[in-house]
């Protein structure tokens, strides 16, 4: 009988080398995802702009003809939605950019309404019909504004439909609350 001898061999493995493999892995597979998202959703929007007669522009257009075509596009959109045809209706999109300027005009008049009311205790302040250290509550409103503000601004930006329904349903929900506070208080 002979007797093999076993070698055991230590691998040296380079962790720097691995975590560089894999995070480069990574990235290049984010960037392929959102490289085919951005493909979808070019293709989506040729589709249906060819589906609603809209005029397409390269984007190195000059800005005269640009306009132009915005304005003529305008005018088919409009045209499209008085007469707005089954075929069209491929997808919810419509709705969900409804929501969107639903939920972002909701919140600039809520803005709106704290700049007024802002500007209305400034002229109470000068015409020393109220205390001027009252302005100082206006610092915490003022902020929330900017808060609104970053919402807004997010909310037009947003394209996660999940996340937009549940903003809007608890947007509606927290106005129906504000009018039901409101009744208490006036009746």
């Keep these: 009988m002979s007797k093999e001898k076993t070698v055991y061999l230590k691998p040296e493995i380079d962790y720097e080398k691995l975590a560089n493999a894999v995070s480069t892995a990574i990235i290049s ?34 800005l005269f003809r640009r306009k132009l075509i915005d304005f003529l596009n305008f005018f088919i959109g409009l045209k499209n939605i008085i007469f707005y045809k089954k075929e069209y209706a491929r997808d919810i999109r419509m709705t969900y950019e409804m929501l969107r300027f639903v939920s972002s005009l909701a919140l600039s008049i809520a ?12 002229i109470q302040s000068i015409n020393n019909q109220i205390n001027p250290l009252l302005l100082l509550f206006y610092v915490p409103v003022l902020l929330f504004e900017r808060f609104l503000n970053i919402m807004r601004l997010e909310i037009e930006a947003m394209e996660n439909r999940e996340v937009l329904m549940s903003f809007f349903s608890a947007l509606m929900a927290f106005i129906a609350a504000l009018f039901s506070i409101l009744s208490f208080f006036k009746g």
Excluded: C, D
Aim: proline share 2%; hydrophobic share 35%; aromatic share 8%.
């Design 111 to 122: 803005q709106f309404f704290i700049w007024i009311s802002l500007l209305l205790s400034i």
């Design 29 to 62: 597979a984010n960037k392929s995802e959102k490289e085919a998202l951005r493909k979808e959703t070019e293709k989506h929007n040729k589709e249906r702009h060819r589906s609603m007669g809209l005029i397409e522009y390269p984007v190195n257009t000059k």
